[in-house]
């Protein structure tokens, strides 16, 4: 079975969604491993008390760069077999990009969920923007990572209306709702092989 690591840095509600799926057995994979990059991750907890392990790796005042930092996940990772042959990383609000070193080892095993429909509103703030720009419709996106930013192939995504008297909170709710389905979903089919990625594009079996 391949391991899990998931990445955080605050709340950790993906976070959540994904584990509690895997609790109910609806994902073959074994949680492995929740790193949080700050130590009051609200989202730490919830993983303990769900009986997995965690590990902080504190990003404030660290010395060192971008690459030294992210040496030093890819060590946790490892510590906790989730290796570039048999490990799946998730990124879960983890509020760092990363260093083109750690997305080459782990080359198609690191994904991520935007709260946006990609490639429209990449980045920060990505319900305001789409609330900013007068979209009818938003949404997540689960994709894989690669050296950009919110630029990888796509795997799954979920359409939210946009209201006309929707707020950056209102809206961000919604989409949650959907993030939470999503996220799991991409990881199942992730664990369970049935995607494929060919360029820009996956295909799901
Ligand atoms: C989510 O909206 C996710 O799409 C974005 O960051 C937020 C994290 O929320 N990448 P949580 O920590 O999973 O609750």
Not at 8 to 20: D, Q, V
Not at 24 to 29: G, L, S, V
Not at 58 to 64: A, H, M, T, W
Not at 159 to 179: G, P
Request: glycine letters at 8%; proline letters at 4%.
């Amino acid at each position: 079975m391949l391991n899990l690591g998931i990445l955080i840095s605050g709340r950790g509600s993906n976070m959540e969604a994904i584990l509690k799926s895997i609790k109910r057995k609806k994902i073959p994979i074994n949680p492995s491993i929740v790193i949080s990059n700050k130590a009051d991750a609200k989202g730490l907890k919830i993983a303990q008390k769900l009986g997995i392990k965690t590990e902080i790796i504190e990003s404030r005042g660290f010395k060192g760069n971008r690459q030294d930092y992210d040496k030093k996940i890819i060590t946790v990772l490892k510590k906790y077999k989730v290796t570039p042959n048999n490990g799946l990383v998730c990124l879960a609000g983890f509020m760092r990009i990363l260093s083109p070193e750690f997305v080459k080892t782990y080359k198609n095993r690191i994904i991520n969920i935007h709260p946006a429909l990609l490639p429209a509103f990449p980045g920060l703030d990505a319900q305001k923007q789409a609330i900013d720009y007068g979209s009818k419709y938003s949404g997540c996106t689960v994709h894989f990572v690669d050296s950009g930013v919110d630029t990888g192939p796509i795997i799954l995504q979920a359409i939210v209306k946009v209201k006309n008297n929707d707020t950056e909170d209102t809206l961000a709710k919604r989409i949650l709702v959907k993030e939470h389905q999503t996220y799991p979903e991409a990881v199942r089919l992730f664990a369970e092989k049935k995607i494929k990625i060919h360029g820009k594009k996956t295909i799901i079996s």
